[in-house]
C-alpha cells in the first residue's frame, strides 16, 4: 500500500509492505527557509486499531549524537527524537502485517543537549501493511499468501534481542529459531500438511527442489505419504546431491524422492505443487531453499498461490 499526504511544511510518503514501511518526505516548495540550522528529523509512530490509539511512541535508531548519551553502548537503539534523522528516508522495521499505522514527521532545530521541536511544522501520514495471508475468496478466485524470514538482515536486532546465544538449526521450535523464521518455515510446513490429514488420500504432493536438506521437511513430506497422499519429489542431484542424500537417507523418505537427470547449468527450482482430486489448488514457490540456511538464514519469501 502507498500514501501520501503534503502538508503545509512537509510532505510525506510511506510504502507499506508486511512487515515494513518506508517512509520518505521533503520541505515542500516555498519552505525552503525551514532547511536552516535544521538538525534532523524525529518520527512519531501511532498504531491504530478500528481507528482508536493503540499505542504512540518515537521510532528508534542507532545513529546518535557524539557527546549525547555518551554512556550507552555503541548500538543501543535510541529515540529519533533526542538523536534526529539526517537524511529525508527511514524504515519502520519492525510493523506488523495488517495494521494500521500513522507516521509523523517533526523537524527538530536547535542544540542536540537543547533540541526544539516543531510540532507546527509537522506532516502524518497514515497507511495500513500488507495482509500476510490473503482473506478468503471464491471458488476460481486466486489467492496469495506471502512469508518473510527476518534471517540475517536482522542480525543487530537479533543480538539485542538474543545476545550471544547461537539459533540451534536441529531446533525449529526454539525461540531464536522462531524469531529468524518469522512465520516462513510453519507456513511450509503447514502447506505440506495439507495432505497429511485424514483425507490426505485425496491429496497429492509434486515437488522439484534444489536444496532439500532440512530434516524437519523432509519428515513433513514422510508425513503426508504416510498419511495416504500421493507424493513424489524431485531433487537436484548435482550441486547437492550428498547433501540432500544424506537427509533423504535420515528421514527415510527415499520412496518418494528421485533425483533430477544430469543437464547443464543450475536448476534453481523451489515449487511444490498441492493437487486436490486430480485438480492443482496450489503452489508454494518463492526463493528459500530446503536448507537451515534458507530458510532461518538468508533473507527469503515464501509465496504460496491458491487457486480455489
Known amino acids: 500500500m502507498r500514501n501520501i499526504n503534503v502538508g503545509a511544511v512537509l510532505a510525506v510518503r510511506a510504502i507499506a509492505g508486511l512487515h515494513v514501511v518506508t517512509l520518505a518526505w521533503d520541505f515542500v516548495p516555498g519552505q525552503e527557509a525551514k532547511r536552516l540550522k535544521l538538525l534532523g528529523f524525529a518520527i512519531e509512530r501511532t498504531e491504530l486499531a478500528a481507528g482508536v490509539i493503540f499505542e504512540r511512541f518515537w521510532l528508534r535508531g542507532i545513529k546518535r549524537f557524539r557527546f549525547k548519551d555518551e554512556g550507552l553502548p555503541p548500538g543501543s537503539p535510541v529515540p529519533t527524537s533526542e538523536h534526529p534523522v539526517q537524511s529525508f528516508q527511514w524504515g519502520d522495521y519492525i510493523a506488523n502485517p495488517s495494521t494500521t499505522y500513522r507516521y509523523r514527521v517533526v523537524p527538530l532545530y536547535g542544540k542536540p543537549n537543547l533540541i526544539e521541536i516543531d510540532d507546527a511544522s509537522s506532516t502524518a501520514v497514515e497507511i495500513r501493511t500488507e495482509d500476510e495471508q490473503g482473506g478468503d ?27 550471544k546465544t547461537l539459533p540451534d538449526q ?18 511450509l510446513l503447514a502447506f505440506i500438511a495439507r495432505a497429511a490429514g485424514p483425507d490426505a488420500a485425496d491429496f497429492k504432493l509434486r515437488a522439484m527442489l534444489y536444496e532439500f536438506r532440512y530434516p524437519p521437511v ?6 503426508a505419504a504416510a498419511a495416504g497422499a500421493d507424493v513424489q519429489i524431485r531433487y537436484e542431484a548435482q ?17 518418494i524422492c528421485q533425483p533430477q537427470k544430469s543437464r547443464a ?36 519469501v515464501g509465496h504460496a498461490v491458491w487457486n480455489r
Do not use: C
Open 218 to 223: 523432509g519428515e513433513a513430506f514422510g508425513k
Open 265 to 300: 547449468g543450475i536448476r534453481h527450482n523451489k515449487f511444490i505443487v498441492l493437487v486436490h482430486k486430480n485438480i492443482p489448488v496450489a503452489v508454494w514457490t518463492g526463493s528459500t531453499n530446503i536448507s537451515a540456511g534458507g530458510i532461518f538464514g538468508h533473507s527469503n
Open 137 to 163: 475468496t471464491a471458488v476460481n478466485d486466486t489467492r496469495h499468501d506471502i512469508h518473510f524470514n527476518r534471517g540475517v538482515a536482522g542480525s543487530q536486532a537479533y543480538a539485542r534481542t538474543f545476545g
Open 239 to 255: 550441486s547437492y546431491k550428498a547433501e540432500n542424500e544424506t537427509m533423504i537417507a535420515a528421514t527415510g523418505i527415499g520412496g
Open 170 to 187: 536441529t531446533k525449529p521450535a526454539s525461540a531464536q529459531m522462531v524469531w529468524l523464521s518469522r512465520g516462513l518455515f510453519e507456513a
